[in-house]
Nanobody, 112 residues
Framework: QVQFVESGGGLVQPGGSLRLSCTASQSIRSIYAMGWYRQAPGKQRELVARITGVTKTNYTDSVKGRFTISRDNAKNTVYLQMNNLKFEDTAIYFC??????WGQGTLVTVSS
């Protein structure tokens, strides 16, 4: 099973930016759909962004226009560029594909 290691989280002020990375333990070329998920305190995990194939992307409404998901199959890595961050973006962020194992995630805290 592919394992993922997420990184790039941290403390950022509202309006700031972060770029998250998700590196897989093996090739992700055969994984058609990869997603970034997040889980805020006291809430269920939700799908934030998804990339199918190389370029087709989908986003939950709350992040449209602010987040961008991308993938580099040669590096076995999926990225999430997050701009104009808001307090409500505070959460642990994970990457995964349907049926995959969950990693530890990376914590994003938006605070002034």
């Amino acid at each position: 099973q592919v394992q993922f290691v997420e990184s790039g989280g941290g403390l950022v002020q509202p309006g700031g930016s972060l770029r998250l990375s998700c590196t897989a333990s093996q090739s992700i070329r055969s994984i058609y759909a990869m997603g970034w998920y997040r889980q805020a305190p006291g809430k269920q995990r939700e799908l934030v962004a998804r990339i199918t194939g190389v370029t087709k992307t989908n986003y939950t409404d709350s992040v449209k226009g602010r987040f961008t998901i991308s993938r580099d199959n040669a590096k076995n890595t999926v990225y999430l560029q997050m701009n104009n961050l808001k307090f409500e973006d505070t959460a642990i962020y994970f990457c995964n594909y349907p049926g995959g194992f969950w990693g530890q995630g990376t914590l994003v805290t938006v605070s002034s």
